[in-house]
């Protein structure tokens, strides 16, 4: 079965421009959540969608947002981008919303020049 | 407010020693622990989850972590570390008020020949 795929892999953008990455959970997952890498520190949580449903959004702007569509696949739009967006942006998706068991997709490289 | 930590950034052993790498949470409720790793340019790989059942967890690739409340410690190990070991280790623990997954800063392992 494919595990959680990300588009794209990788991606540079200039500052104040928009972004928006991709992702595919795995199949029957309905729970997507987005993390921020950056670089030498731990994943921060930024948001999470259940049943196409916003269930928790962590401690960053209003430039950022997302959604879910029905086929559960999920978008993250960063607006207005800062140098200090570069990160790798992480999915995960589970079977359901709490985070047990929550399963990694390769990241979005996004440098932020 | 539920959070972890990581004792030593980097730790460094040579091939067929012990593997040791630190983990403390902080939490004011049962925690759910986990140990991740990342290769190089790559997600995250759930390595094994606590989840209140059983205190010695065994994972996948020989590594097991042992759940003590009196110490409040999580440290993951393995008896004899490969040249494949080398990684980025995160320990996480569930918390935050949507219930999402709260990450450690990271311990990197180098594996020498």
């Known amino acids: 079965d494919a595990g959680v795929t990300q588009s794209p892999t990788h991606l540079i953008k200039t500052r104040g421009q928009h972004v928006t990455l991709r992702c595919s959970p795995i199949?029957?997952?309905?729970?997507v959540s987005w993390y921020q890498q950056v670089l030498g520190q731990g994943p921060q949580f930024i948001f999470q969608?259940?049943?196409?449903?916003?269930?928790g959004r962590g401690n960053f702007p209003d430039r950022f947002s997302a959604r879910q569509f029905p086929n559960y696949s999920s978008e993250l739009n960063v607006n207005a981008l800062l140098l200090g967006d570069s990160a790798l942006y992480l999915c995960?998706?589970?079977?359901?919303?709490?985070?047990?068991?929550?399963?990694f997709g390769p990241g979005t490289r996004l440098t932020v020049t | 407010a539920q959070s972890v930590t990581q004792l030593g950034s980097h730790v460094s052993v040579s091939e067929g020693a012990l593997v040791l790498l630190r983990c403390n949470y902080s939490s004011s409720v049962p925690p759910y622990l986990f140990w991740y790793v990342q290769y190089p340019n790559q997600g995250l790989q759930l390595l094994l989850k606590?989840?209140?059942?059983?205190?010695l967890v065994k994972g996948i690739n020989g590594f097991e972590a042992e759940f003590k409340k009196s110490e409040t410690s999580f440290h993951l190990t393995k008896p004899s570390a490969h040249m494949s070991d080398a990684a980025e280790y995160f320990c996480a623990v569930i918390g935050g008020s949507q219930g999402n997954l709260i990450f450690g800063k990271g311990t990197k392992l180098s594996v020498k020949p």
């Open positions: 995960a998706s589970s079977l359901r919303e709490a985070a047990y068991e929550q399963y």
């Open positions: 606590y989840t209140s059942a059983a205190t």
């Open positions: 969608y259940y049943e196409k449903e916003e269930r």
């Open positions: 199949s029957g997952h309905k729970s």
